[in-house]
Nanobody, 124 residues
Framework: QVQLVESGGGLVQAGGSLRLSCAASGLTFSRYVMGWFRQAPGKEREFVAAIRRSGNIYYADSVKGRYTISRENANNMMYLQMNSLKPEDTAVYYC??????????????????WGQGTQVTVSS
């Protein structure tokens, strides 16, 4: 059974930093494109970042230069370092796994597995 478990969310002041983690089990982690998404209250879930098994990385424009995605295939872990946080970054953050073999996707429906989410709240 595949499980993705996020951790590391919390309350932080604007300008602060947080590091999210995603622990994966039940899948051959190194074969998956891994992604981070977020959903703010009243909004649709949106793409944040993705990292392919090759290590190629993609970011949404809204987080480029502030967020860093990484993965440790040996430990079945993925991370999201979030710096210079803004109130508009407040959302539930989800990790997701996509079994595609080429490219990456920014669409929710293309990801096969999801975590339960972790809340990030940025105060002004």
């Amino acid at each position: 059974q595949v499980q993705l478990v996020e951790s590391g969310g919390g309350l932080v002041q604007a300008g602060g930093s947080l590091r999210l983690s995603c622990a994966a089990s039940g899948l051959t982690f190194s074969r998956y494109v891994m992604g981070w998404f977020r959903q703010a209250p009243g909004k649709e879930r949106e793409f944040v970042a993705a990292i392919r098994r090759s290590g190629n990385i993609y970011y949404a424009d809204s987080v480029k230069g502030r967020y860093t995605i990484s993965r440790e295939n040996a430990n079945n872990m993925m991370y999201l370092q979030m710096n210079s946080l803004k109130p508009e970054d407040t959302a539930v953050y989800y990790c997701a796994a996509d079994a595609r073999t080429n490219g990456y996707s920014v669409y929710n429906q293309d990801y096969d597995y999801w975590g339960q989410g972790t809340q990030v709240t940025v105060s002004s």
